[in-house]
C-alpha cells in the first residue's frame, strides 16, 4: 500500500487552497503534490514524515512565499523532503527561508532565495541537498551542531558565506558551484565537515576560511578569480587540504595565521596578486606545493611562524621567491626557478633549509641584515643567479653544509658582522668565489672554490677568514686575495693552477698560512704546524694543531658565555668539554681514559636556546676533534617516522647518514614516543632504530634529544637501550626577566634603539607578568616583544613629518602598551 497522497491546487476544488493546512492535515509519512502556483507561509511540520513536492517537474514554479519573520518552511522533531519548489523569504529579520530544528531535512531541486539571514538554517538537525540553487541573500546554508550533505548545488551571489559549519557540525559539500560571495566554505568554533570537487569563483574573503578549531578537509576544489584568497585557516584552526587549484586571485592562494596548522598537499597556486602561501604567527605542513607567478613571494613565513614545507616548485614568482621574516621553519626540497629577485630572503629568524634547488634571480639566498637571524643550510644547489649565490649580512649567523654554486659573479658574500659557517661547500664559475667585507667572519672547511675569472676568496675592510683543508683551483687571479687588518687563518689548503698569487697579503701580521701535509709524513703528520715548533708543554709535532685548536675552542667557548643566562648550561658545557680535552692529554701520557657519553638530553622549554647550544657543542666536537665536520642536523618526528610500515626506517636512517660526522638533534623528542594517534608505533619504530644507528657509528656521531624535562625522562623510558646512551641532561631553566630584559637590550643596542628608564621600567613590568604565560617563549618572546615594539614606534612616528635622530633612536613605554594590544 503507497503513502497518503494530498493535492494542493488554487483551483482544483477538490485540493487544498494552502500546503500549511495539508501538512496540518497529513498523516505520517503523506506526500504533498502541490499543482503550480504562489502560495504563502509558513509552512511548519512537527514530529512527522512528509514529502511536499511539485507537481508538474520542471515546469512552471510552485513558489511558496513568507512575508513575515518566520522562514518559509520551518521543520521541527520532523522528516521533511522538499522537492522542486522555490522558496522565499520577504523578512530582513528572518532566520530563514527554510529552517530544521532537531529534524532530518531533504531538500531536491530547489530554488531558495529572499531576505532571510540563512537560505538553510540546520540546527542538532541533519540537511541534504541536492540540486538546488541558492542565490540573493545575506547567507547561504548554515548547519550549527549538525550535519549533512550539500551536493551538486549553485550557491551564488550571497552577501556573506555560502556554507557554514558552526560547534560540532561535519557537512559535506561536493560538487557544488560557489560564485559571488565572501567565503565559500567557512567553519569555525570547532566545526569542519568536507569540500570536495567543488569551483569557487569571485570569493571576496575566501573560498574556504577556517578558524577557533575547526578542522576541514578540503579535496580537489579549484578556486578561481575573485578579490579574495583560495583558502584562510586562522585562530588553532587546522584540518588537511589535497589536490587543490588556486589561480588568477587578487589575495594569497593559502592564508594561514594565530597558530592554525593545517596539513596542506599537493596544491597548486598560479597568478595570484599576493603570496601563494603565507604564514603569519602558525605552523602547518605543506608538502608538494607549486607556486607560480605570484605577485608577491611565492611563500611568505612571517612573525614567528614555524612551517614545515616539504617538496614543490615556486616559480616565476615577479618578486623573491620564499621570504623568511622574523620567523622559522624547515624547507626540505624546495625548488626554485626564475625569481623575479632572490630566490630566498631571510629578514631575521632561525629557518633551516635542507636539499634546496634555486635557479636563476639576482641571488639564490639572502640575510639582509635588517633583524638578527640564524640560518642553517643542508644540501643547498644555486644555479644561475646574476649577482652572488649567498648574499648575508647583518648580525647572526649562518652555517651550512653540501652547498653547491655555479656560475653567479660572486659565489658567497658576507657583510656587516655576519658569521659564516660551511662545510664541504664548493663555488665554481663567475668572477669570485668568495667576498667578506665589514666584520664579517668566515670560516670554510672542505671546501673548493674553482673556475673563477677573478680570486678566488677577496676579504676587505675588517672581514675575518678561517680557511682550512680546502681547494682553490683554475683562479683567474689570486687564490686568496688579502684586504684586510682582521685575523686570517689558510690551514692546510691546496692551490691548483692558480693564475696569481696561492695568498695575496700573505705578509700582514696578522694572516697565517699553513701548507697542506706532504705525502711522506709520519701518522698524524696531517696535525702538524709546518715549522715544527716547541710548545709550553715541551711537545712538538702534532701538538701544534692542538695549540690553534685550543684558540679555536676558546672562542666557541667565548660565544657560549656571550649568550645571556644559562649559568648551569655554560658549566655543564664547559665541563664536558674540560673533560674530552683532559682525557686527550691522558691518552697522550698512555694512561687509561674513562668513555665519555657525549649523547646529550636537553631539558627546558621552547625559546631557552637549546638549538642554539647544540649548535655551538656541534662547533666544538668538530674543533676538539671528535667529531668530523661538527654541522648539526635539525629533525622532529616528522622527518623520522613514516606513513607506512618499513617507510620509518628508512627515514630515520636518511636523517642519521646526514649528520654523520656532526649531530643530530632531535626536537620534541617525546613526540616519538606518543602511544596515541595515527602511527605511533612507527615512532616507537623510530627510537629502536636510532638506537640502532648510535652504536653502529657511536664515534661519527652525537645525538641531542630535546624537549620539556617531564616528557623527556618518559622518553627515555621507552626503551632500554635509550636511559645507557644519554647519561647526561643539561636542564634549560626559563629566562627571568631581568635576563629576558637583558636579550632586549641587546637587541635594541645591535640596531641602533635607545631604551629610557621609563621604558626599561615598564618592560621589566611587562616580562615579570610575561614568564608566568605559559606561551610567552622565553628568548623567542623577548624577540618578538622587541620586534613589535620596533613595529609599534613606527607606526607612532608615522604622523612626524621630520622626526629627529633622537625620535627614530627611542622606543617608549607606549610602544609596549601598543604592542600588547
Not at 30 to 56: H, L, Q
Not at 104 to 126: D, K, Y
Amino acid at each position: 500500500m503507497g503513502a497518503p497522497t494530498l493535492l494542493v491546487s488554487l483551483t482544483r476544488t477538490n485540493a487544498y487552497r494552502d500546503i500549511g493546512a495539508a501538512v496540518a492535515a497529513a498523516p505520517h509519512g503523506a506526500v504533498i503534490v502541490v499543482e503550480p502556483g504562489r502560495y504563502d507561509g509558513p509552512v511548519v511540520v512537527r514530529a512527522k514524515a512528509v514529502t511536499i513536492r511539485t507537481a508538474v517537474p520542471g515546469g512552471p514554479p510552485v513558489l511558496v512565499e513568507s512575508g513575515t519573520a518566520a522562514p518559509a518552511v520551518h521543520c521541527e522533531d520532523a522528516q521533511v523532503v522538499l522537492q522542486g519548489l522555490m522558496l522565499r523569504t520577504w523578512s530582513a529579520d528572518s532566520p530563514a527561508t527554510v529552517s530544521a530544528l532537531r529534524a532530518a531535512l531533504t531538500v531536491e531541486s530547489c530554488v531558495i532565495t529572499g531576505q532571510a539571514f540563512n537560505a538553510v538554517l540546520c540546527e542538532r538537525s541533519t540537511a541534504q541537498l541536492r540540486r538546488c540553487d541558492v542565490s540573493g541573500m545575506r547567507r547561504g546554508v548554515a548547519f550549527v551542531d549538525g550535519s549533512g550533505v550539500v551536493e551538486n548545488c549553485r550557491l551564488w551571489d550571497l552577501d556573506e558565506y555560502a556554507v557554514l559549519a558552526k560547534r560540532d557540525s561535519r557537512p559535506t559539500v561536493r560538487h557544488c558551484h560557489v560564485r559571488d560571495v565572501d567565503r565559500g566554505f567557512e567553519a569555525f568554533e570547532g566545526g569542519g565537515g568536507t569540500v570536495e570537487d567543488c569551483h569557487f569563483t569571485g570569493v571576496r574573503v575566501g573560498a574556504v576560511t577556517a578558524g577557533g578549531r575547526s578542522r576541514p578537509t578540503v579535496r580537489r576544489c579549484r578556486v578561481s578569480g575573485g578579490r579574495g584568497s583560495g583558502l584562510v585557516f586562522s585562530g588553532s584552526a587546522g584540518g588537511l587540504v589535497e589536490d587543490c587549484e588556486l589561480t588568477d586571485l587578487e589575495g594569497c592562494g593559502i592564508e594561514v595565521s594565530g597558530g592554525a596548522e593545517p596539513d596542506v598537499r599537493r596544491c597548486r597556486i598560479e597568478g595570484v596578486g599576493r603570496n601563494g602561501i603565507h604564514v603569519s604567527a602558525a605552523r602547518g605542513t605543506f608538502s608538494d606545493c607549486d607556486v607560480t607567478a605570484s605577485r608577491l613571494p611565492a611563500i611568505a613565513v612571517v612573525d614567528g611562524a614555524a612551517p614545515l614545507v616539504r617538496g614543490g616548485v615556486l616559480r616565476g614568482s615577479r618578486e623573491d621567491a620564499l621570504l623568511v621574516r622574523a620567523a622559522a621553519g624547515r624547507y626540505t626540497g624546495l625548488r626554485i626557478e626564475d625569481p623575479g629577485r632572490y630566490g630566498v630572503i631571510v629578514q631575521g629568524g632561525d629557518p633551516t633549509f635542507v636539499d634546496l634547488t634555486t635557479s636563476g634571480g639576482e641571488a639564490g639566498v639572502v640575510l639582509d641584515g635588517t633583524v638578527e637571524a640564524d640560518v642553517r643550510l643542508d644540501g643547498v644547489t644555486i644555479q644561475g643567479a646574476t649577482s652572488s649565490g649567498i648574499a648575508a649580512g647583518g648580525p647572526g649567523r649562518l652555517t651550512g653544509t653540501r652547498i653547491r654554486v655555479e656560475n653567479a659573479p660572486v659565489g658567497l658574500v658576507g657583510t656587516d658582522t655576519i658569521s659564516i659557517t660551511l662545510t664541504d661547500a664548493v663555488f665554481s664559475g663567475g668572477t669570485v668565489g668568495v667576498a667578506g667585507a665589514g666584520q664579517a667572519g668566515l670560516h670554510l672547511t672542505g671546501s673548493t672554490v674553482t673556475g673563477t675569472a677573478g680570486c678566488g676568496v677577496l676579504l676587505r675592510e675588517q672581514s675575518r677568514l678561517t680557511l682550512r683543508t680546502s681547494t682553490l683551483r683554475d683562479c683567474g687571479g689570486d687564490g686568496v686575495q688579502v684586504e684586510t687588518d682582521a685575523p686570517v687563518l689558510v690551514d692546510r689548503c691546496e692551490f691548483v693552477d692558480v693564475t696569481g698569487e696561492p695568498v695575496r697579503g700573505g705578509d700582514r701580521p696578522q694572516v697565517s698560512v699553513t701548507a697542506p701535509a706532504q705525502p711522506d709524513a709520519p701518522a698524524g703528520g696531517v696535525d702538524s704546524a709546518p715549522d715544527d715548533r716547541t710548545l709550553a708543554d715541551g711537545t712538538t709535532g702534532a701538538a701544534g694543531r692542538a695549540t690553534s685548536t685550543g684558540v679555536d675552542v676558546d672562542a666557541v667557548l667565548t660565544e657560549l658565555d656571550s649568550m645571556i643566562g644559562l649559568a648551569a648550561v655554560k658549566r655543564d658545557v664547559r665541563t664536558l668539554v674540560q673533560l674530552i680535552r683532559v682525557g686527550e692529554q691522558r691518552r697522550r701520557a698512555n694512561l687509561p681514559v674513562l668513555p665519555v657519553s657525549r649523547h646529550l638530553v636537553f631539558a627546558g622549554s621552547p625559546g631557552t636556546g637549546k638549538t642554539t647550544v647544540a649548535r655551538i657543542y656541534g662547533r666544538l666536537l668538530a674543533q676538539l676533534g671528535v667529531l668530523a665536520k661538527g654541522q648539526v642536523v635539525e629533525v622532529a618526528r616528522v622527518d623520522l617516522v613514516g606513513e607506512y610500515l618499513g617507510s620509518t626506517s628508512l627515514k630515520t636512517a636518511a636523517a642519521f647518514e646526514r649528520a654523520l660526522g656532526g649531530v643530530l638533534f632531535i626536537d620534541e623528542a617525546y613526540a616519538l614516543a606518543r602511544t596515541f594517534g595515527t602511527n605511533s608505533d612507527f615512532g616507537l619504530e623510530a627510537i629502536d632504530t636510532l638506537v640502532k644507528l648510535m652504536e653502529d657509528h657511536r664515534d661519527e656521531t652525537v645525538v641531542i634529544v630535546a624537549g620539556y624535562p617531564d616528557e623527556m625522562v618518559r622518553f627515555l623510558d621507552t626503551n632500554p637501550g635509550l636511559a645507557s646512551r644519554f647519561t647526561k641532561s643539561i636542564e634549560f631553566v626559563d629566562y627571568a626577566p631581568d635576563e629576558l630584559l637583558a636579550i632586549i637590550s641587546a637587541l635594541a643596542g645591535q640596531h641602533g634603539y635607545d631604551l629610557t628608564g621609563p621604558t626599561v621600567d615598564a618592560l621589566l613590568d611587562r616580562l615579570a607578568r610575561a614568564v608566568h604565560d605559559p606561551v610567552f617563549g622565553n628568548g623567542r618572546g623577548a624577540r618578538k616583544l622587541f620586534n613589535a615594539m620596533v613595529e609599534c614606534q613606527a607606526e607612532r612616528l608615522a604622523d612626524v613629518p621630520a622626526p629627529s635622530a633622537e625620535q627614530l633612536r627611542t622606543l617608549l613605554p607606549e610602544d609596549i602598551r601598543a604592542a600588547d594590544d
